[in-house]
Nanobody, 113 residues
């Protein structure tokens, strides 16, 4: 599976960004997918994921602000991020939330205060 993330950028606190992840692979539609983030000097953490059946889950730090969605026909998974905070600054990656495969290059999100 190849994963290509895009949509990051620089935004002021309170702003919004929409991240996209394009995935290859014939079993995308039945796979869960998630968004991870890694801030400088910190571990990579899973922040949102969606099951093959469409159920969504979020960590407390992003709940109510981020929304994950999945388009099986286009083999994309998106992360709508609203009410961004400086602590959301990180490189964001998509991958399977249970059995991650090889990682893409990620997309940088920077939130200024």
């Amino acid at each position: 599976v190849q994963l290509v993330e895009s949509g990051g950028g620089l935004v002021q606190a309170g702003g919004s960004l929409r991240l996209s992840c394009a995935a290859s692979g014939s079993i995308f539609s039945i796979n869960a997918m998630g968004w991870y983030r890694q801030a400088p000097g910190k571990e990579r953490d899973l922040v949102a994921w969606i099951t093959g059946g469409g159920r969504t889950n979020y960590t407390d730090s992003v709940k109510g602000r981020f929304t994950i969605s999945k388009d099986n026909a286009k083999k994309t998974v998106c992360l709508q991020m609203n009410s961004l905070k400086p602590e959301d600054t990180a490189v964001y990656y998509c991958n399977n939330p249970f059995t991650p495969s090889s990682w893409g290059q990620g997309t940088q999100v920077t939130v200024s205060s």
